[in-house]
Structures are given as C-alpha cells and as structure tokens.
C-alpha cells in the first residue's frame, strides 16, 4: 500500500523550532523523491518548500525557507524529515509530505503537479 503519514506539527512562537516527519510505506519510499509541500488558509498549495532524493540524498529548497528548514532522510526507516528553525508567522501552514517517481533532477525544483501520493498533512502553527 503506498501511504505518507506526517506528524510533529504544533503550535510555536515566532523564532521557534519543529521538526516534521514523512512515514512512507516501504513502497512509498521506494518513489524517488519525497518532498515537502504547504498549504496556508485561503490560499492554494505551494510549490515544494523542500524535495530529497530517496537515494542519493539530493536535495532542494524554495528561497523562503533556505537557511531556516533542513531536509532530511532515514532510510531504514522510511521517513523523511524537515526540521524547521526561525519558524515566521508566514510559515504557518498546512504541510503535506508527498512522494514523486520522477528523480529530483529531472524535476529541478519540486512542482506541485508532478508528485502522484500525498499524505493527510500536519497543522504548523506560528503564532505568539
């Protein structure tokens, strides 16, 4: 079954930090690239915040949260990570973690369209 659960979101204050997790099914994690995507009230989903390559570790960044978000990988146990350092009240969001077959650089940035399996997304929250 090819299934993406997210966890770690919640509530913190501006300058703040939270790390995201993306369990995969194992064959979930066999899709070559895991990305994290967010979706703020009232507006439409973001193009990837951050994307890695399941394999060699490639990774990418949007230039709002470069500096800020680290992405990460275990691949034993098939959960991704993001790890989220001087959270902005703009970060606030719905983030969903999503898996793609198409390999990280052919993709050059992570593009909404193009990921195939979704996770039910985790609530961030940035508020004082």
């Known amino acids: 079954q090819l299934q993406l659960v997210e966890s770690g979101g919640g509530l913190v204050q501006p300058g703040g930090s939270l790390r995201l997790s993306c369990a995969a099914s194992?064959?979930?994690?066999?899709?070559?690239?895991i990305g994290w995507f967010r979706q703020a009230p009232g507006k439409e989903r973001e193009g990837g915040v951050s994307?890695?390559?399941?394999?060699?570790?490639?990774?990418y960044y949007a230039d709002s949260v470069k500096g800020r978000f680290t992405i990460s990988r275990d691949n034993a146990k098939n959960t991704v990570y993001l790890q989220m350092n001087s959270l902005k009240p703009e970060d606030a969001a719905v983030y969903y973690c999503?898996?793609?077959?198409?390999?990280?650089?052919?993709?050059?940035?992570?593009?909404?369209?193009?990921?195939?399996?979704w996770g039910q997304g985790a609530q961030v929250t940035v508020s004082s």
């Open positions: 999503a898996a793609t077959q198409v390999p990280i650089v052919v993709l050059n940035s992570c593009p909404v369209h193009r990921f195939d399996i």
């Open positions: 194992r064959f979930a994690f066999n899709y070559h690239t």
């Open positions: 994307c890695i390559s399941t394999s060699d570790g490639g990774t």
